[in-house]
């Protein structure tokens, strides 16, 4: 049964459109992760902005579309989020190999992307994405995390992610400061999900 039910969810996930709506669903649209994002860019306001692992964009519309380069690794997700962002500029790329244009940015945002993968190829793609930051740019990562006493939604939709690595906030503050130490870590909900909150200085 259990077998049954994370193959459907994997079925689902290669095709943008029910990816989209599997996840935005039960995050409520993903409405308390864009509320802090918003809050972020008014701090901030990064010019140039690289999101790693975009998916379908769901998150391009938050950034100026001038200064947005968004990677994703799927060509069908990067398809639907250049039809859902036609102003937005988007590769289709492993970013652990990106080479980029040599442009560095004010902000990486790694939204949901390295729960998906075990520390040697996490660390690959941090160590990707602060080649590509700007000194005095942002790091950012928001990633599933796994709490104690989660509610049963949550571990509802942990057991179906597909994402193989959510790791406990220790464990990410452990992976992440082996090559930047994090300034802000909280963990948040977002509808049934729950994540950490990462945010890395570049000096
Ligand atoms: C859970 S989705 C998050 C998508 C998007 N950041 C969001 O929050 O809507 C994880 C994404 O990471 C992408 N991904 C995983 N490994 C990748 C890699 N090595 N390079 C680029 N994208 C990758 C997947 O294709 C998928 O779109």
């Given at each position: 049964m259990k077998k049954a039910l994370v193959e459907l969810a994997h079925r689902l996930a290669q095709h943008p459109l029910s990816f989209h709506y599997l996840r935005k669903l039960p995050e409520l649209g993903y409405s308390a992760t864009k509320t802090r994002l918003r809050v972020l860019l008014e701090r901030l306001s990064p010019q140039r902005v690289l999101d790693a692992g975009c998916g379908i964009g769901e998150f391009a519309h938050l950034f100026n579309p001038?200064?947005?380069?968004?990677?994703?690794?799927?060509?069908?997700?990067?398809?639907?989020?250049?039809?859902?962002?036609?102003?937005?500029?988007?590769?289709?790329?492993?970013?652990?190999?990106w080479e980029?244009?040599?442009?560095?940015?004010?902000l990486v945002l790694i939204n949901g992307v390295l729960h998906h993968l075990g520390d040697p190829d996490a660390r690959a793609l941090l160590e990707t994405a602060?080649?590509?930051?700007?000194?005095?740019?942002?790091l950012l990562l928001v990633e599933d995390?796994?709490?104690?006493?989660?509610?049963?939604?949550?571990?509802?939709?942990?057991?179906?992610d597909e994402g193989e690595f959510i790791r406990t906030p220790e464990a990410w503050?452990?992976?992440?400061e082996t090559l930047i130490p994090i300034e802000q870590g909280e963990t948040f909900r977002s509808g049934l999900c729950a994540y950490y909150w990462m945010l890395c200085r570049i000096p």
């Open positions: 001038a200064g947005y380069v968004g990677i994703d690794i799927h060509a069908g997700y990067v398809r639907l989020a250049r039809r859902m962002n036609s102003s937005h500029h988007f590769e289709s790329a492993d970013f652990i190999t980029g244009g040599g442009e560095r940015f004010d602060l080649h590509h930051t700007a000194p005095g740019g942002t995390v796994r709490l104690p006493n989660a509610p049963f939604g949550t571990e509802l939709i942990h057991w179906l503050r452990e992976l992440v």
